[in-house]
């Protein structure tokens, strides 16, 4: 598979590429926990170039391969950066000049060959936890707290998403009540 990265711009950029796995994803990206690919013992999906150059007008692909088959769904974050340290602005004795340079950051999910979606709802005492017990990620759409819906989300194999409230329903499962301590 290949990302195209292009510079639209006048002057030369200077982007570099990183490929982290989530650790925990579908969770808000404040509180995403990254791991760099390049410091994994075994990963089992590569991104190249790490660096590269590209011209005004010009577009170059970033190849991600897979090293190795998966059994569960392995979630990543794709960031291309602009090196402003490398960047020549040709300013020089300048004061006050402002440098706006804007990075990118994508989504890439690496699938098993045979993907099963599964789902469990566990109540707990104040609200239920929800698994995604196959080996993709569910997406959930219409589940409500107290009776309000929430946007739709994605729970994903090993990261459960925990819904606190008093009355909680998801689509297609028995609603979870909390009881009062």
Not at 73 to 86: F, G, I, M
Request: net charge positive; glycine share 8%; aromatic share 4%.
């Amino acid at each position: 598979m290949q990302v195209t990265v292009s510079n639209h711009g006048a002057e030369p950029e200077y982007v570099s590429v990183t490929l982290s796995r989530l650790q925990n994803p579908g969770v808000p990206l404040e509180d995403e926990q990254l791991q760099a690919v390049s410091e994994t013992a075994s990963p089992t999906l590569y991104a190249t170039p790490f660096r590269m150059t590209l011209l005004p007008g010009q577009s170059k692909p970033i190849t991600l391969k897979p090293l190795s088959e998966i059994s569960t769904e392995q979630v990543y974050r794709l960031d291309v950066r602009p090196e402003v340290a490398n960047m020549r602005t040709g300013r020089s004795g300048r004061v006050g000049m402002v440098v706006i340079k804007i990075a990118h950051s994508g989504i890439v999910r690496q699938l098993p060959r045979r993907q099963h979606q599964a789902m469990q709802v566990l109540c707990s005492a104040d609200g239920a936890r929800i698994l995604a017990t196959g080996n993709v990620r569910h997406r959930i759409e219409g589940a409500a707290i107290d009776g309000e819906v929430l946007e739709a989300f994605n729970v994903y194999p090993g990261t459960p998403r925990t819904l606190i409230g008093q009355h909680i329903t998801v689509p297609g499962y028995p609603a979870c009540t909390a009881t009062p301590p």
